[in-house]
T-cell receptor, first 114, second 117 residues
Framework: AQTVTQSQPEMSVQEAETVTLSCTYD???????LFWYKQPPSRQMILVIR??????QNATENRFSVNFQKAAKSFSLKISDSQLGDTAMYFC???????????FGQGTTLQVKP | DTGVSQNPRHKITKRGQNVTFRCDPI?????LYWYRQTLGQGPEFLTY????????KSRLLSDRFSAERPKGSFSTLEIQRTEQGDSAMYLC???????????????FGPGTRLTVL
């Protein structure tokens, strides 16, 4: 069975600084997708970034980038130039067509301080 | 905007009552998912539909829970004889963005927060 682990329950960063959130996963599949979702307090779950496992190049979306290490089953999220609006809970998630559903980690609460 | 709406946004009920939630995706004929999220935790899969067919149900979905998706459009999730342990956020998601074809990415609605007293 697939599992997703986020070992950092809480993190904080100063505004304009860079922060990295960690995620590891376990699967025996070769074709899958990994995601980072953001959930601000009392607000909607929003897609941050997506990575296809068959792509070696790390995905990037503006200030957000990932470090995807397939052999190590690691998928970290780097947020550059942190902004107050980045304060949220961040979830790492795994998806494959075999599972047919998203499997989420426990989440990391990120606080951006002014 | 993900194009997924959910109603009601909040529901408070007494233990033993029945409740029904609704999810309206912007696009039909796609996959529609239900997840449950308790406070401070990641969402957990409940069930999903391809068009009107319910393809998988989690063991979390006890016999008090039932989900439907008539005609492959909106979906409803009903909980009968609610218990305090049912208190959670119920999230709906689809695999079709507001503009574009079906993808392997899920787009979430705002959720329905259920409180069982």
């Amino acid at each position: 069975a697939q599992t997703v682990t986020q070992s950092q329950p809480e993190m904080s960063v100063q505004e304009a600084e860079t922060v990295t959130l960690s995620c590891t996963y376990d699967t025996s599949e070769n074709n899958y997708y990994l995601f980072w979702y953001k959930q601000p307090p009392s607000r909607q779950m929003i897609l941050v970034i997506r990575q296809e496992a068959y792509k070696q190049q790390n995905a990037t979306e503006n200030r957000f980038s990932v470090n995807f290490q397939k052999a190590a089953k690691s998928f970290s999220l780097k947020i550059s130039d942190s902004q107050l609006g980045d304060t949220a809970m961040y979830f790492c998630a795994f998806y494959s067509s075999n599972t047919g559903k998203l499997i989420f980690g426990q989440g990391t609460t990120l606080q951006v301080k002014p | 905007d993900t194009g997924v709406s959910q109603n009601p946004r909040h529901k408070i009920t007494k233990r033993g009552q029945n409740v029904t939630f609704r999810c309206d995706p912007i696009s039909e004929h796609n996959r529609l998912y239900w997840y449950r999220q308790t406070l401070g935790q990641g969402p957990e899969f409940l069930t999903y539909f391809q068009n009107e067919a319910q393809l998988e149900k989690s063991r979390l979905l006890s016999d008090r829970f039932s989900a439907e998706r008539p005609k492959g459009s909106f979906s409803t999730l009903e909980i009968q004889r609610t218990e305090q342990g049912d208190s959670a956020m119920y999230l709906c998601a689809t695999d079709t963005p507001p503009s574009g074809d079906r993808t392997d990415t899920q787009y979430f609605g705002p959720g329905t927060r259920l409180t069982v007293l």
